[in-house]
């Protein structure tokens, strides 16, 4: 029974242990913005969907030891380098300006935007995202890539 009851957790895990995600400086990125909104963030979040299916209403937050969560101040898709030039930067296209991503794809990667300065290596601030995978299971994936379960149907 135990042996069941493990093989169940980690097929449920599955696909959100396959998510990734890291902080990059605002400058590490181009991007390519259509609207009238135009951010100069200070940081950016890359939420990575390595797994084979899409995951849904993937948004992050962040948060300073003096002060509350913040969400994301926008959004957007984010390209990789390219094969051809691996010098250039990877870019982020068109960003909108709302802290959540409905859909990431199987394989694709979104930027989400934050306008403050945040320590990426220090214990100044703690971030970390919030998504449903397709079993409809809400996770959250905190900055030191630990994967908590919290529940059915998202938020």
């Not at 097929?11 to 590490?28: C, I, K, L, M, Y």
């Not at 609207?35 to 200070?42: D, H, I, L």
Request: aromatic fraction near 10%; include cysteine; glycine fraction near 8%.
């Amino acid at each position: 029974l135990r042996e069941l009851q493990q093989r169940e957790l980690a097929r449920e895990r599955e696909q959100a242990d396959s998510v990734d995600f890291a902080v990059w400086r605002g400058g590490a990125v181009l991007i390519l913005a259509m609207s009238a909104w135009t951010p100069e963030p200070a940081a950016i979040l890359v939420v990575e969907n390595k797994s084979e299916r899409p995951i849904r209403n993937v948004k992050c937050q962040v948060r300073s030891k003096s002060g509350p969560a913040q969400e994301a101040d926008g959004c957007g898709y984010m390209s990789a380098a390219s094969d051809a030039d691996r010098t250039a930067p990877p870019r982020l296209f068109d960003p909108a300006a709302e802290p959540l991503a409905r859909v990431i794809r199987a394989g694709d990667r979104y930027g989400f935007l934050f306008e403050h300065e945040m320590a990426t290596g220090a214990d100044d601030h703690a971030y970390w995202v919030d998504f449903t995978d397709d079993a409809n299971v809400y996770w959250q994936l905190d900055k030191d890539m630990r994967l908590i379960r919290r529940g059915n149907g998202g938020y």
